[in-house]
């Protein structure tokens, strides 16, 4: 079994993780997953094979043969699925909801288990999820559960998808990150919820520096990783 460090970003759609956990990893030169990424990879198969999302065995068939890659580019990492660069369409709106559905069955949760726990090699590995610090990683030496309030992660996903010049309204993502929250939560298989040992960082009123800031010094009072930038 390996013992790499992994420190564990938890939290609801929208409050900064996938930042959050980007800067972190690059900062420590550590391994990143994004383990959201392999639960849309999963939807956006499904939809592509016509398989109904409520299906469980179904689906997870399809999470058993997935063939998910990450490809780290100028523009950031790229997601291929077999031979084609499926980035766009998991990153969508539409990819988030599928993903909230297909994680809803435990038996797609069990085969993304090991999939994951591959990622914690050296020298080690920043793991972005729901329950990467109850679940997947539950001996992580430093967990962090981020949150925000659902206003806040609405407004700020309004401006990144404004900023990409989609077609999209504030109150139609509140409503789409309110019933995500309301199906992560309340899901029986590892819903979200902080590990009992999570430090719990609300970032409505922080910047992204004093969010990244306050996670390096925590690691570094842990004696967990030195930071290798500034
Ligand atoms: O982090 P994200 O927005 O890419 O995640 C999309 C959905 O995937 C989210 O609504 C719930 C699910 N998910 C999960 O159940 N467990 C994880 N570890 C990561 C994501």
Not at 75 to 85: L, N, P, R, S
Not at 184 to 199: G, H, Q, T
Not at 204 to 213: G, M
């Amino acid at each position: 079994m390996s013992v790499s460090p992994v420190i564990c970003i938890d939290g609801p759609s929208g409050a900064g993780k996938g930042t959050l956990s980007r800067q972190l990893a690059q900062g420590l030169n550590w391994h990143l997953l994004d383990s959201g990424a392999l639960y849309r990879a999963v939807g956006v198969a499904c939809q592509r094979a016509g398989v109904a999302l409520e299906a469980a065995n179904e689906v997870a068939a399809i999470a058993s043969v997935l063939d998910v890659d990450f490809r780290a580019t100028d523009e950031g990492i790229t997601v291929w699925m077999a031979k084609e660069d499926v980035t766009a369409d998991i990153r969508s709106e539409a990819g988030g909801l599928c993903a909230s559905r297909v994680a809803l069955h435990p038996e797609v949760r069990e085969l993304l288990l090991t999939k994951q726990r591959e990622w914690a090699c050296a020298p080690g590995l920043v793991a972005d999820g729901r329950d990467m610090g109850t679940v997947v990683f539950p001996a992580a030496p430093l967990k962090i559960f981020l949150t925000a309030s659902a206003e806040a992660r609405a407004e700020r996903r309004f401006h990144q998808l404004q900023g990409t010049g989609g077609n999209v309204s504030l109150p139609r993502l509140l409503a789409d990150i309110k019933d995500r929250d309301a199906r992560d939560v309340s899901r029986k298989a590892s819903p979200l919820m902080p590990a009992p040992d999570a430090v719990l960082i609300d970032s409505t009123s922080l910047t992204v520096e004093e969010v990244v800031q306050r996670v390096r010094g925590l690691a570094s009072i842990r004696g967990i990783a030195s930071d290798t930038t500034d």
